[in-house]
C-alpha cells in the first residue's frame, strides 16, 4: 500500500488561473504518484476572479482528473462536518496545506486544534505569503488574522515547506527560531518546450523590443511598476501583457499609467491564457519582465528562459545574480533609472548579442529541469512527514 496525502488546495485542474501553486501541485504528483496516494480536495472554480464552475465535473463529489481523486466543493464553502467525513474516509497519512492564508488551511488547522480531526503529520506551504512584501498588501487585516490564529495555537507542530533560503527567513520572521522548517524548490515540469526553435522566435534589429508581460495583474505582480519604466525608453517597443486582473481598483491605476505611455510603446492587453500555451507564447518574445513584489519560486521565470528570454525582474525572488549566467538581471525595486537602463540596453540590442543572451537563457532552464535533487528533496520531504510524530 503507498502512503496516503491529502491535499488541501484552494485550486487545482483544470484550473490555471491562479497561477504556479497549481502547476507546482500537478508537477508533485506526477512525479510522485508511483511512491505516494495522493488525494485533492479543492474549489470548483478557477482562481478569484472566476467563480464559474468548471465544466464536466461534479461538485460535492469525487472525481478522477488524470487519474488522481478529486472532491470539489462549490462557493458555498466546505462545512466542518463534511471535511472530517471525507477525512474519515481518506484516512490520510499526512497532509499537505496550500497557501498560509486560505481558510481551508485555517480551518483544518483549527479542527486539528481542537482534536476534531486524527492526529497526522502536516506540511504547510505558504507560497511566499509571509514575505515582507506580500504582507504588506491589506496590511492590517492580513496582521489581526495572524494574531488571532497564532494565539489559538493552531501552527504548533507544523512542517514548513519553503521554496528557498528567504522564504525560509520569512517564516522565521513570523514564527520564530523554533519553527520546523525545510527547504525544499518548488518541483518543475521534467521539460518545457521540448519542441523549442531559435528561429522562431521574432527577429531582434538594434532599436527594437518584443517584451511580455504574463502573470496575473494584482499589486503584488507589479505591472504598474514596469508601466512606469517604460515611459522613457526610447526605440520602438512591442509590449505584450497576458493575465486576468482580480483587482478592479489596481486595473485602473494600470489603465491610467497605459494611458501615459509614449507612442513608441505599443502596448497590447490579452487577458490570461492556459498554462498549455504560456511556454510558446513566451517564445514569441525577446525579453520577459517581472517586477515583482514577491516571488517564492516564480514558474514562469524558468518558463520564459525555457523559451529562450532572457528576463528582468526584481530582486523579490529566488532567481538572482541573474547577470552572472548571463540569462538576465535581477534589480531593486527602489532603482527606477537602473530599470530604464536595462530595458534601453534590451532596446539596443544587436542580433548577435541577443541570440547568444537567448541561447544561454534556454540552456540554463534545461539544466535547472534536469537537476534530479530536487525532486529528491520533495519527494524525503514526503517520507520525512510520514515518520513525523506530533
Known amino acids: 500500500m503507498k502512503p496516503r496525502i491529502l491535499i488541501l488546495t484552494d485550486f487545482y485542474l483544470p484550473g490555471y488561473k491562479s497561477g504556479g501553486a497549481v502547476r507546482t501541485l500537478v508537477n508533485m504528483i506526477e512525479r510522485m504518484r508511483d511512491e505516494f496516494e495522493f488525494t485533492v480536495i479543492t474549489r470548483n472554480h478557477d482562481g478569484w476572479g472566476d467563480f464559474e464552475p468548471y465544466r464536466g465535473i461534479k461538485t460535492r ?13 462549490g462557493k458555498e ?28 488551511t485555517t480551518k483544518a488547522l483549527i479542527m486539528r486544534r481542537l482534536k476534531q480531526l486524527p492526529n497526522v503529520p502536516f506540511i504547510l506551504a505558504p507560497q511566499g505569503e509571509l514575505s515582507a512584501g506580500a504582507l504588506n498588501i491589506k496590511s492590517n487585516k492580513k496582521h489581526l488574522f495572524l494574531t488571532l490564529t497564532k494565539n489559538l495555537g493552531i501552527y504548533r507542530k507544523l512542517i514548513w515547506k519553503a521554496s528557498g533560503d528567504e ?9 520564530g527560531n ?34 511580455i508581460f504574463l502573470s496575473r ?25 497576458y493575465g486576468a486582473h482580480d483587482d478592479s481598483n489596481y ?42 513584489l514577491n516571488e517564492n519560486f516564480g514558474h514562469v521565470v524558468l518558463e520564459a528562459m525555457a523559451a529562450g528570454c532572457p ?14 549566467d548571463y540569462v538576465g538581471w535581477d534589480l531593486p525595486l527602489e532603482e527606477m533609472e537602473n530599470w530604464r537602463k536595462i530595458l534601453q540596453k534590451c532596446v539596443m540590442m544587436s542580433a548577435d548579442e541577443f541570440a547568444a543572451m537567448s541561447e544561454q537563457a534556454r540552456k540554463f532552464a534545461l539544466k535547472w529541469l534536469a537537476a534530479p535533487q530536487i525532486e529528491a528533496a520533495n519527494r524525503e520531504l514526503l517520507r520525512k512527514s510520514l515518520t513525523k510524530t506530533n
Not at 167 to 175: M, Q
Open 61 to 73: 463529489d469525487w472525481n478522477s482528473v488524470e487519474n488522481v481523486r478529486v472532491f470539489y466543493f
Open 77 to 104: 464553502g466546505i462545512s466542518q462536518a463534511q471535511l472530517k467525513k471525507l477525512w474519515l474516509e481518506i484516512k490520510p497519512e499526512a497532509v499537505f496545506l496550500v497557501s498560509f492564508f486560505s481558510s481551508l
Open 167 to 175: 522564504e525560509k527567513s520569512d517564516i522565521k520572521r513570523v514564527f
Open 178 to 211: 523554533s519553527a520546523v522548517i525545510e527547504v525544499v524548490p518548488d518541483l518543475t515540469p521534467r521539460i518545457i518546450l521540448p519542441e523549442y526553435d531559435f528561429e522562431q522566435k521574432p527577429e531582434k534589429k538594434a532599436g527594437e523590443l518584443c517584451l
Open 217 to 241: 495583474i494584482n499589486r503584488k505582480k507589479n505591472l504598474s511598476f514596469a508601466l512606469q519604466s517604460l515611459q522613457e525608453i526610447k526605440g520602438t517597443i512591442v509590449f505584450d501583457v
Open 251 to 292: 486595473w485602473r491605476e494600470c489603465q491610467e499609467l497605459i494611458e501615459k505611455l509614449p507612442l513608441n510603446v505599443n502596448i497590447t492587453i490579452h487577458g490570461s491564457i492556459d498554462y498549455a500555451l504560456v511556454a510558446a507564447t513566451m517564445s514569441r518574445y525577446h525579453f520577459f519582465i517581472l517586477p515583482t
Open 311 to 324: 528576463v528582468l525582474l526584481s530582486d523579490k525572488t529566488p532567481w538572482r545574480n541573474l547577470s552572472l
